[in-house]
């Protein structure tokens, strides 16, 4: 796959996606799409954690969650890690949806056992008197006595390092994770009769009027 995989598509086109899209599909050409309320486009972003997290020794799901962590962000900024777990959910693991439906909590927690700071951009987009909202400190306390409670936490960690925009990022060391942790249905996502293949078809379609 060509390094230029993950270019950003201009925020006035939206290119024709595939009769049957796969995963990789939707990274060149709608989560590589920055939308305007978005200060990044998702994919190479997301890319990017997913690589650091495989050069650093993490398993495939880790990779895999770090992959997809963002992917809410394609459609919706609000509660991103439900949304996007909601939206992968049938493809992967309980594991991976589990952590990326808890990273966005406990990206307002610090946890100094793995080097996890309190990210400084959030000071500057919260404030510097935020203090997280409930249902966030409620969703981050259950998440810290889960088993797989580091899973989640080994997202934070690699998504708070991976705005490098100088990075080269390729889709193409990640393809065989996955083919297989990722169940990619023949009938392209989107168009599957899953329970979120309307969500799919949101982002395919943004700009439908019904």
Known sequence: MPKDDLRIVPKTSLEPMPE?????????????????ELPFAPAPHMAQSALRALRSGASEETVLACLL?????????????????????????????????????????????VGYEYPPSYRKIFGEDYLPEPYLVAAYQEARK???????????????????????????PLAEIVGRHFRQPREGLGFDASPVAHMWRSIIWPGRPL
């Open 20 to 36: 049957r899209p796969s995963l990789f599909d939707f990274f060149r050409l709608r989560f590589s799409r920055r939308r305007p």
């Open 69 to 113: 962590h963002d992917v809410g962000l394609a459609f919706m900024s609000p509660d991103h890690g439900w949304w996007g777990a909601q939206l992968v959910e049938p493809y992967v693991s309980e594991r991976v949806a589990w952590a990326i439906r808890h990273h966005q909590a406990l990206r307002f927690f610090p946890d100094p056992s």
């Open 146 to 172: 889960h088993r797989w409670y580091m899973e989640a936490r080994l997202v934070t960690l690699n998504d708070e390092y991976a705005f490098d925009p100088q990075a080269e990022i390729s889709l193409e």
